[in-house]
């Protein structure tokens, strides 16, 4: 019998990839990246990495072509909306990097300021399924009008009154120009399966892997905090660590009002916080990051 080995489908390259790839690598796998290949084989784990364009990877969970896949969750939404037959594709864990938002935005000094001022206009975008069902929820009667990239130039060569695009800094819109009035969708990174049942092999692996995922991304919000505190500040300092436990108070040799205050936040630890720490008497403040999790 051959090996079953779990596919994953990613964004070959692209904005999606690096990180994807760097997930998977903190994850344990062992695999190189090379040329004009469509496969890449895990070394150390049952998994093979099938290296796509991210508008297929939907498709190809859908149609068995993968067992899961990473895309933006943009890429999922839209997919399902347009396919014609249906998609058989879902979240199955959101992975917090890839952060953006499909966001309507006009002409700085034009007329459209609101959702309600698109009555009657064209709206160019790469996202028909995703802004066809914002304006139908809204009631809104627009034309959207499809571009496969350069969304952002529409307005300036008339061929729309407004985009509906990807913003991240807000950088491309600025440099145009333009304005976003509407965010009609948050999207970022997701693992994406079907309703199809693996075999028993396979949902192994897939445990593992996701286990593995969620202990990265934990881990990557939480820091283990160590502090020298006032014996009578004890319960304040608590109360300002972002998620934590109770902490572990250990004396300090030879300082009565003094103890050594150590604890993990599940939450990240801003300046702001370091600073109200020091108002209140702390001392030795260190912030550590935590290299791996499982609970
Ligand atoms: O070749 P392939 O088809 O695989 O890739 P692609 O060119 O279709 O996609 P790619 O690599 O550009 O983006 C992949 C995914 O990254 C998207 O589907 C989103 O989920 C996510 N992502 C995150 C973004 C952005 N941020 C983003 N800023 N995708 C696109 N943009 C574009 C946006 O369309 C606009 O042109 O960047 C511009 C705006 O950026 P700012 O920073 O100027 O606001
Ligand atoms: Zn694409």
């Known amino acids: 019998m051959t090996?079953?080995?779990?596919?994953?489908?990613?964004?070959?390259?692209?904005?999606?990839?690096?990180?994807s790839y760097a997930?998977?690598?903190k994850c344990g796998l062992r695999f190189a990246i090379r040329g004009g290949g469509l496969l890449a084989r895990v070394k150390n784990m049952p998994i093979d990495l099938l290296l796509v364009r991210d508008d297929d990877i939907p498709s190809f969970v859908a149609n068995d072509a993968a067992d899961i896949g990473i895309v933006g969750e943009n890429v999922l939404v839209e997919e399902q909306l347009t396919a014609k037959n249906g998609l058989d594709a879902e979240i199955d864990m959101r992975l917090g990097f890839s952060r953006c938002r499909l966001?309507?935005?006009a002409p700085d000094n034009g007329p459209i300021k609101s959702a309600s001022d698109l009555i009657g206009t064209r709206i160019a975008t790469t996202y028909p399924g995703v802004l066809g069902r914002f304006l139908k929820e809204q009631g809104i009667d627009a034309n959207s009008v499809e571009m496969k990239g350069a969304v952002e130039l529409a307005p300036s060569i008339n061929?729309?009154?407004?985009?509906?695009?990807?913003?991240?800094?807000g950088a491309t819109l600025e440099a145009n120009g333009l304005t976003a009035f509407e965010t009609i969708l948050n999207s970022e990174a997701v693992l994406i399966k079907s309703s199809r049942k693996l075999s028993s092999k396979k949902q192994d692996i897939l445990d593992k892997l996701s286990s593995r995922i969620d202990g990265v991304i934990k881990s990557a919000e939480t820091k283990y905090i160590m502090m020298n505190a006032p014996t009578d500040k004890v319960d304040a300092i608590t109360e300002l660590l972002p998620g934590a436990d109770a902490p572990t108070i250990m004396p300090l040799a030879g300082k009565e009002n003094l103890v050594a205050l150590q604890a993990v936040c599940t939450e990240n630890i801003f300046w702001e916080t370091l600073e109200e720490l020091k108002a209140l008497g702390a001392r030795a403040i260190l912030v550590l990051p935590i290299e791996k999790m499982m609970s």
């Open 103 to 105: 966001c309507l935005a």
């Open 23 to 25: 997930l998977l690598k």
């Open 159 to 169: 061929i729309a009154e407004s985009i509906c695009d990807l913003v991240s800094s």
């Open 3 to 19: 090996e079953q080995r779990l596919r994953i489908a990613l964004q070959k390259k692209g904005r999606l990839a690096d990180d």
